[in-house]
């Protein structure tokens, strides 16, 4: 039997979660973007901080993925920005650094940034992250 015609509207399948990337290397930004996108998560992407600032603004994403060394304003003060504002301080954040130097970690986390991950990119613990995020927002 069809259910067509019982008078129910026929649901919208949900849009598959926004994650804006915020990194200046075109490589990393590569990276980041086919594995997002494989996992069917929809991209936004920018190369400064602040057009990533102003994208987060603009389109309210689910997660935000920062890279801590950009030009101008670094990954922490983005973090920072992100946080003080109340249009994007529930969007969780997570840090992405090429330093693997002690301390980056604590940094990263009392800049604001809800998880962190040291580069190269370990591909199944970035994927399981960015879902950790958005199970913890959902659940907020
Ligand atoms: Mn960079």
């Not at 980041?32 to 600032?53: I, Q, S």
């Not at 030009?71 to 330093?99: M, Q, W």
């Not at 580069?119 to 879902?131: M, S």
Request: glycine content about 4%; charged content about 30%; aromatic content about 4%.
């Amino acid at each position: 039997m069809s259910a067509e015609g019982v008078g129910f509207p026929r649901a919208e399948p949900p849009a598959p979660p926004l994650v804006l990337i915020i990194e200046d290397n075109p490589k990393n930004l590569k990276l980041t973007r086919d594995l997002l996108r494989v996992h069917a998560y929809r991209t936004l992407e920018a190369e400064d901080a602040p057009e990533g600032v102003q994208l987060a603004h603009i389109h309210r994403p689910d997660v935000i993925v920062v890279d801590i060394q950009l030009p101008t304003l670094d990954g922490y003060e983005v973090t920072r920005l992100l946080k003080a504002d109340e249009r994007t301080r529930d969007i969780p954040v997570l840090g992405v650094t090429s330093f693997a130097m002690s301390g980056e970690e604590a940094r990263a986390f009392e800049a604001g940034c809800d998880a962190y991950l040291s580069k190269p990119i370990d591909i199944h613990r970035f994927v399981r992250t960015v879902q950790e995020a958005l199970r913890r927002k959902e659940s907020r």
